[in-house]
């Protein structure tokens, strides 16, 4: 009767036994499973930094490209406001000269002119861009002809060709 007891017993000694080898099994795979976490992680932190550094870098270049663009394109635009400003400047003294004979005849062409500088911007023409130099061209060139007025040495007014 003791027999089957024993048997037992031993049936179960050996189940016990192959727990406690399972169990170091599984705490030995763990340490293997968490050494490679850390591993992999580490490199994926490796990869995003110097990707981060890349993308960074990237940034830094096309913000200094943009930038000297629009650096460019604010001389551009202040060398036509101080050439528009310069021709307007010389329009205004000319109209306002009545003491010459000639004024009269040069006004409607002044008028003119300055009818014509002051008609509409185009709609990009403030928009930052990257080659404003059609248009200030464009503007330069009837800023020439504005000052194409110009007085001789007996203030009579005459026009150059």
Same mark, same amino acid.
């Given at each position: 009767?003791?027999? /089957?007891?024993?048997?037992?017993?031993?049936?179960?000694?050996?189940?016990?036994?192959?727990?406690?080898?399972?169990?170091?099994?599984?705490?030995?795979?763990?340490?293997?499973?968490?050494?490679?976490?850390?591993?992999?992680?580490?490199?994926?932190?490796?990869?995003?930094?110097?990707?981060?550094?890349?993308?960074?870098?990237?940034?830094?270049?096309?913000?200094?490209?943009?930038?000297? !663009?629009?650096?460019?394109?604010?001389?551009?635009?202040?060398?036509?406001?101080?050439?528009?400003?310069?021709?307007?400047?010389?329009?205004?003294?000319?109209?306002?000269?009545?003491?010459?004979?000639?004024?009269?005849?040069?006004?409607?062409?002044?008028?003119?002119?300055?009818?014509?500088?002051?008609? /509409?911007?185009?709609?990009?023409?403030?928009? /930052?861009?990257?080659?404003?130099? /059609?248009?200030?061209?464009?503007?330069?060139?009837?800023?020439? !002809?504005? !000052?194409?007025?110009?007085?001789?040495?007996?203030?009579?007014?005459?026009? !150059?060709?």
């Amino acid at each position: 009767m003791l027999r /089957p007891v024993e048997k037992q017993l031993a049936t179960v000694s050996e189940a016990l036994d192959q727990l406690g080898t399972c169990c170091g099994e599984i705490s030995e795979q763990r340490a293997t499973i968490e050494a490679n976490i850390h591993t992999t992680v580490g490199q994926l932190q490796d990869i995003l930094e110097n990707r981060r550094t890349k993308l960074i870098n990237l940034l830094d270049q096309i913000t200094q490209c943009k930038l000297k !663009s629009l650096a460019v394109q604010k001389d551009q635009l202040e060398a036509t406001q101080v050439q528009l400003r310069s021709c307007l400047d010389f329009a205004k003294k000319s109209m306002q000269t009545d003491i010459l004979q000639d004024i009269v005849q040069t006004k409607t062409s002044i008028a003119k002119q300055v009818e014509e500088q002051t008609a /509409p911007l185009p709609p990009d023409f403030l928009k /930052p861009c990257s080659d404003a130099k /059609p248009f200030i061209h464009h503007i330069f060139k009837i800023y020439r !002809s504005m !000052s194409r007025l110009r007085t001789d040495n007996s203030t009579n007014f005459t026009r !150059s060709l």
